[in-house]
Structures are given as structure tokens and as C-alpha cells.
């Protein structure tokens, strides 16, 4: 029971280079979402997806882009890194009807991200 | 736009003591979530308890529950016989019903004292 999955837990970047943070999940949620959480703060939402093919911005996505191919990937990428990007992010899904409603986001473990 | 507020930056307390979080809202709204999510040193994000807005008794999961004062845009959140298990960051957090973003407060950062 895996759950939300994601890749690597830590990593290092020097500033200009990209990478891509993966996240997948076998619960077959519809909705994905990335967050940010920097120190001593809340977590903030940069993108977010509905459905396979379907993303929109959420709250800080300058200087990411997501893609949503398939139900159970949901990657965030990094063109150009930068300091301010130094964070740690976390991946969530989450299931919604209509006749249910909102159900609770379960969480990826985290990837804590370092730009220098 | 929603906001939530967290006014307890840090909260200490004994083992087997209870405790109260407070965490407040601000909305327009009439039909909305919200959640309680615990994160341990570990990092990980795990949900504590949640409230629907149109339900007038208030949450409980085991020694969690919360209060739920809608009026009065409040929700906070007590544990009982409090472990040192408990100890970690408590983030409270809203959501519209129908919409896909959760908003977080700032975080209490709850340490259980042996």
C-alpha cells in the first residue's frame, strides 16, 4: 500500500540547472498538487491537476512547470534553479465526487530540494 | 480570498496533559472543509481530523477532537492524555468544497515534555 511516492528525498543543485521531481500514486486519485513548504511556514500550492491532461497554477508556480500524462504521475520540474526555490516539496493526491465531496489530500514524504 | 490563522507559533506541554490548538478562519463561503494535518520530524503530512462546515457536531478521532465554532470562524483542536508521540508541527487547514486548494495556516510547533 504505497500510497503517494515520490523521488529523490534530497537533493542538491547548483544554480541554472533543472531537474524534475517525480510523485506517483496508486490510489487512482484524480486530483494531484505540489506544494512548497519553506522554513517555519505553511505549505503553499504551485500547481495542481484535476485529471490526466488537465493542470493549473496554483498559488507560487513561476519558475516550475508540471505535466499530467497519466492518473498516477504527476511531475514537477525545474528549468532554471535558484536560491529562492531551496525548499522542500510535497506531493499529494487526493479523490473527488461530486456526491462525496472533497476528500482528505494524503502526502508524499517530502523532497527537500538545495539550490547553492 | 481565505486566510487562516495559526496564533500559536510554539505550545509546550507535559506528557498526559491536554492541549488546545487554536486555528482561525476567514471566509465567505457557507460549504467548506477543515483539517487538521500533523507533521512529525519525519516530514511526512498526516491527517489528524477533519470537519465539514455543514455539520454542526464536532470531530473526534480517538484522543483528538475539535471545536468547531462556525459563527465565530474557529477551529481548534485538542488532545487529550497527550503522548510524546504528538510531539510535531500542527498546520490547520481550509478548503472550499468543490475547489482543489487547500490553504494552511502558519503552523504550531507542539513539543510533549516527558
Known amino acids: 500500500n504505497a500510497g503517494v511516492t515520490q523521488t529523490p528525498k534530497f537533493r542538491i543543485l547548483k544554480i541554472g540547472q533543472s531537474m524534475t521531481l517525480q510523485c506517483t500514486q496508486d490510489?487512482?486519485?484524480?486530483?494531484m498538487y505540489w506544494y512548497r513548504q519553506d522554513p517555519g511556514m505553511g505549505l503553499k500550492l504551485i500547481y495542481y491537476?484535476?485529471?490526466?491532461?488537465?493542470?493549473d497554477k496554483g498559488e507560487v508556480p513561476n519558475g516550475y512547470n508540471v505535466s499530467r500524462s497519466t492518473t498516477e504521475d504527476f511531475p514537477l520540474r525545474l528549468e532554471l534553479a535558484a536560491p529562492s526555490q531551496t525548499s522542500v516539496y510535497f506531493c499529494a493526491s487526493s479523490y473527488e465526487t461530486g456526491m462525496i465531496g472533497n476528500q482528505p489530500q494524503h502526502f508524499g514524504d517530502g523532497t527537500r530540494l538545495s539550490i547553492l | 480570498a481565505q486566510t487562516v490563522t495559526q496564533s500559536q507559533p510554539e505550545m509546550s506541554v507535559q506528557e498526559a496533559e491536554t492541549v488546545t490548538l487554536s486555528c482561525t478562519y476567514d471566509t465567505s463561503e457557507s460549504n467548506y472543509y477543515l483539517f487538521w494535518y500533523k507533521q512529525p520530524p519525519s516530514r511526512q503530512m498526516i491527517l489528524v481530523i477533519r470537519q465539514e462546515a455543514y455539520k454542526q457536531q464536532n470531530a473526534t478521532e480517538n484522543r483528538f477532537s475539535v471545536n468547531f465554532q462556525k459563527a465565530a470562524k474557529s477551529f481548534s483542536l485538542k488532545i487529550s492524555d497527550s503522548q510524546l508521540g504528538d510531539t510535531a508541527m500542527y498546520f490547520c487547514a481550509y478548503l472550499s468544497r468543490g475547489a482543489q486548494k487547500l490553504v494552511f495556516g502558519q503552523g504550531t510547533r507542539l513539543t510533549i515534555n516527558p
Open positions: 490510489m487512482n486519485h484524480n486530483y
Open positions: 491537476s484535476v485529471g490526466a491532461g488537465i493542470t
